[in-house]
């Protein structure tokens, strides 16, 4: 069957005008969604820094004051009590620690309250705290622990302390970490969640308190390369699928060597740009299928008076 003349000239007017809106419709989807994944990243790495800084405000001063007690210790060796108690005293109020505490090679053991241990009852270099503080040449960040008396969670800055460039002692400044926690804490779980992971993989704090000490190097291929991520890259993005979910992180590392770490679910992430391409499609195709039924309309019409 042969179109009537106007016929064809609607039609070819409205594959022509369909061709034109596809394309530019295409073009305009593609560059709205580069920008709008400009846009969602930026959003994302700005949440993780913003995570970081609150760390940072805590922890490096607080690393800088220990290491600079270590310096001032160096001055009084061979440290005796009436000179080391008093900046310990000092550095504890300082930096509003819980506990300051200086181990000796010798197997003396002083705190900030004045006591001094006997080291047939207590010698600081059987403990782990010591070993650890003793391995290193600045401070360093233990993972939390449970303290024996308060029961809370703790962690402690440590730093070797030199007399003449050898190590004669390590001294500590321990923290409970609520603090720490608030922040990790104050991202609404509706927006996503927050950890921190330390160098060898562990997770140290989660606002899941269920998941601290989860390895991820143990756990799947997902969190693995995460992982192998953060360990090439100092902050980036990173796409976690697994069976049951579909994340965007953005990570960072911390000052002493940690990684922070914020994710959101996929869909909440992207879910209003979604929506908004959505309603640009609808709104192209109802624009064709109107601009061509008027077309045909106006042919008919011109077509009769003609």
Known sequence: MVLPFHQRVALVSGILLTFFLLLFGGVAYFKIKFYVDKEVSARQLQRMKTLQLDIHSWMIPSMRHVEELAQELEEYAPFEKQNVVPLLAHAKKSIDAVQVYFGIEDGRMMYDTGKELNKEWYDPRKRPWYHEGLAVSEAIVSNPF????????????????????????????????????????????????????????????????????????????????????????????????????????????LHNGWFVVVSTEYDKAYGFVDALLKLLWIMGVLMIVLTVMVLMRMTQKSIRHG
């Open 146 to 253: 449970v303290g024996f008396a308060s029961n809370q969670l703790t962690l402690t800055i440590m730093t070797p302390v030199f007399v003449k460039e050898l190590k004669q002692g390590v001294v500590a400044a321990s923290f409970y970490v609520n603090k720490l926690y608030a922040k990790i804490k104050a991202i609404p779980m509706e927006e996503g969640y927050a950890f921190v992971v330390n160098r060898d993989g562990e997770v140290v704090m989660h606002s899941d308190k269920s998941m601290v000490a989860m390895q991820l190097t143990e756990q799947n291929d997902a969190l693995k390369n995460l992982y192998k991520t953060m360990q090439e890259e100092e902050e980036g993005l990173y796409l976690y699928e697994d069976e049951n979910n579909k994340e965007l992180m953005s990570f960072g590392t």
